[in-house]
């Protein structure tokens, strides 16, 4: 099966910026939708952003302006470049295809995002 390896996590202050990557193991951004999701402690992991195979883009709320999902095909990568960063983004970063609005992969390790001061 397809391996993620998701990179890029850090301590940032409020208001700073990040750009998390996903590196898949197999060219599956031309079949799948690709999501990045998040779970923050006590709390259920949750789809922030997805991009399909076309290219058309999604954010829940309160993400969207701050956030920007993108892929780059070639290489077999994934990205969420994340700007104004607030407290509350603070979370386990993951990728993965998505179907029907559900993950169908093997999660890997994630990314560590603190934001802080």
């Keep these: 099966q ?9 301590l940032v202050q ?12 197999g060219s599956i951004f031309s079949f799948y939708a690709m999501g990045w999701y998040r779970q923050a402690p006590g709390r259920q992991r949750e ?5 399909t195979s076309i290219g058309t ?4 709320d309160s993400v969207k302006g701050r956030f920007t999902i993108s892929t780059d095909n070639a290489k077999n990568s994934l990205y969420l470049q994340m700007s104004s960063l607030k407290p509350e983004d603070t979370a386990v970063y993951y990728c993965n295809a998505v179907v029907y ?3 169908v992969l093997d999660w890997g390790q994630g990314t560590q995002v603190t934001v802080s001061s």
């Excluded at 409020?14 to 193991?25: E, H, K, Q, T, Y």
């Excluded at 883009?57 to 829940?60: I, K, Q």
């Design 2 to 10: 397809v391996q993620l390896v998701e990179s890029g996590g850090d």
């Design 14 to 25: 409020p208001g700073g910026s990040l750009r998390l990557s996903c590196a898949a193991s």
């Design 47 to 51: 789809l922030v952003a997805f991009i």
């Design 57 to 60: 883009t999604n954010y829940v």
């Design 101 to 103: 609005g559900r993950p």
